[in-house]
């Protein structure tokens, strides 16, 4: 059974600040990885996605690695902004069978302070 | 925007009651699959349906139950409500059956008292 977890749980940094939020993940039989970003009580938006042949993902600020084999992914945020501030889910693609469905980490509440 | 919808946007049901949702896949989609989120958790995956058959399902009791339209449009239903079936219920569509990105609505927010 695939499991994902993130670290930290929770993250507050000044604003200007780098930042890097971890993915790790059981059963590294991964299709893709994907990472999301949820702004309080909204639903997800899909930020980048990482297919399992590939090392890395890079959209404006935003920077997503994978190390397949050992399981483990990391979302870098370069000069963060308070707009950032939401929570970050990690989400994995595994085969269940027949059908294809992602399994999600509990996300990393990111808060960039002014 | 991802071009998948969700209704009602909110809702408001008693236990015991029962509970209709609705997702329209982007178009092209004809992969649907269901996930539930409840409050400081990540989603769950509930079940996915494909040309109109389920095709796969989550660790979710048979009172959570769907359909999947010729269109390609989804309804989740669930029976019986429970208190912890208060949660965000998204619907995620797809381009064939395949491991190939799967696209959000915005999400239902179901609150049972």
């Known amino acids: 059974k695939q499991e994902v977890t993130q670290i930290p749980a929770a993250l507050s940094v000044p604003e200007g600040e780098n930042l890097v939020l971890n993915c790790s993940f059981t059963?590294?039989?991964?299709?893709?990885l994907q990472w999301f970003r949820q702004d309080p009580g909204k639903g997800l938006t899909s930020l980048l996605l990482?297919?399992?042949?590939?090392r890395e993902q890079t959209s404006g600020r935003l920077n997503a690695s994978l190390d397949k084999s050992s399981g483990r992914s990391t979302l870098y945020i370069a000069a963060s902004q308070p707009g950032d501030s939401a929570t970050y889910l990690c989400?994995?693609?595994?085969?269940?069978?027949?059908?294809?469905?992602?399994?999600f980490g509990k996300g990393t509440l990111l808060t960039v302070n002014p | 925007e991802t071009g998948v919808t969700q209704s009602p946007t909110h809702l408001i049901k008693t236990r015991g009651q029962q509970v209709t949702l609705r997702c329209s896949s982007q178009?092209?989609?004809?992969?649907v699959s269901w996930y539930q989120q409840a409050l400081g958790q990540g989603p769950q995956f509930i079940f996915q349906?494909?040309?109109?058959?389920?095709?796969g399902r989550g660790n979710f009791p048979p009172r959570f139950s769907g359909l999947q339209f010729p269109n390609y449009s989804s309804e989740l239903n669930v029976n019986a409500l429970e208190l912890d079936d208060s949660a965000l219920y998204l619907c995620?569509?797809?381009?064939?059956?395949?491991?190939?990105?799967?696209?959000f609505g915005p999400g239902t927010r179901l609150t049972v008292t």
């Open positions: 990482i297919q399992s042949s590939q």
């Open positions: 995620a569509s797809s381009f064939q059956i395949t491991a190939n990105e799967q696209y």
């Open positions: 178009s092209g989609h004809n992969t």
């Open positions: 989400a994995v693609m595994n085969s269940g069978g027949s059908n294809y469905k992602l399994t």
């Open positions: 059963d590294s039989a991964i299709y893709n």
């Open positions: 349906y494909y040309r109109e058959e389920e095709n």
